[in-house]
């Protein structure tokens, strides 16, 4: 809270990123209920194996994400926003050849549609004809970003131009003696649970080190 300050040695930040969704009140629905909303296609894609699955972006993850879902479904549908990707040429390349995957562009979600406990579909909106239409579905990704919970330290610690935690590479160091990152506040790359693990284990023991050196 904003009342009590406490005074430390060394500081370890692990505050993680928070995935970034739409907001709309039916994909909120599904996703609280868990019922067929996911950011993380590496996460839960296994769960929807030879099932239709919806995939919203246009980055380099959507692709990466639906590319791994390519080839564990039986059908991706990729809604992108707008008339171009924001992917690199070469992720764009892989999922344009890819089979089952059919890329929307220019379509945006309107609603995920579902029984009340699971997905059965989404509905979107072609913007171009300005006609909305169902996609039978039973997994909606979200793969629109990711916001790292760093704000709170952009006047001490320098993060990178989307906000995450710059760190010493092959370290937890911060730029301020001390101060260690690890998780997903620093790792905009794998951010997942095994490599928070990982380099927690990381942060540890420099913070181990910087005590006993201080000693
Ligand atoms: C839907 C989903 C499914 C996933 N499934 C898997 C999976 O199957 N396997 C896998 O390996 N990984 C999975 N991941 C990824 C994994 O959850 C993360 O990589 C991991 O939790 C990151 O750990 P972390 O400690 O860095 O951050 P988090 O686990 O996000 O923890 C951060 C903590 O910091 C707290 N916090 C934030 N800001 C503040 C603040 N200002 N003050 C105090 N506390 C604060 C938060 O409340 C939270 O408790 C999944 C992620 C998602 C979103």
């Known amino acids: 809270n904003d009342t009590k300050e406490l005074h430390c040695e060394?500081?370890?930040i692990s505050t993680g990123a928070t995935a970034k969704y739409l907001g709309l009140e039916s994909e909120q629905h599904y996703l609280k209920m868990g019922g067929g909303v996911s950011a993380c296609a590496i996460c839960d894609g296994f769960f929807y194996r030879n099932q239709e699955v919806v995939i919203v972006?246009?980055?380099d993850s959507?692709?990466?994400?639906?590319?791994?879902?390519?080839?564990?479904c039986k059908k991706v549908t990729m809604l992108v926003r707008s008339e171009k990707f924001r992917a690199s040429k070469i992720m764009e390349a892989r999922v344009r050849k890819t089979e089952n995957i059919e890329i929307l562009m220019n379509h945006d979600t309107v609603?995920?549609?579902?029984?009340?406990?699971?997905?059965?579909?989404?509905?979107a909106l072609n913007k171009t004809t300005n006609e909305t239409f169902e996609?039978?579905?039973?997994?909606?990704?979200?793969?629109?970003?990711?916001?790292?919970?760093?704000?709170?330290?952009?006047?001490?610690i320098t993060l990178d131009e989307t906000g995450y935690i710059v760190n010493t590479p092959g370290?937890?160091?911060?730029?301020?003696?001390g101060?260690?990152?690890s998780g997903d506040a620093a790792d905009h790359v794998y951010r997942q649970a095994i490599t928070a693990a990982g380099t927690g284990c990381?942060?540890?023991?420099d913070a181990e080190r910087y005590l006993a050196g201080k000693e």
């Open 10 to 12: 060394t500081v370890i």
């Open 202 to 205: 990381m942060a540890a023991l």
């Open 57 to 59: 972006g246009a980055g």
């Open 171 to 177: 370290s937890s160091k911060t730029n301020v003696e």
């Open 111 to 123: 609603e995920v549609l579902g029984d009340g406990q699971v997905v059965t579909g989404v509905k």
């Open 135 to 156: 996609i039978p579905s039973t997994g909606f990704f979200v793969a629109i970003g990711h916001k790292p919970n760093t704000d709170i330290f952009k006047d001490f």
């Open 179 to 181: 101060v260690f990152v």
């Open 62 to 72: 959507a692709c990466e994400e639906a590319h791994y879902l390519s080839k564990l």
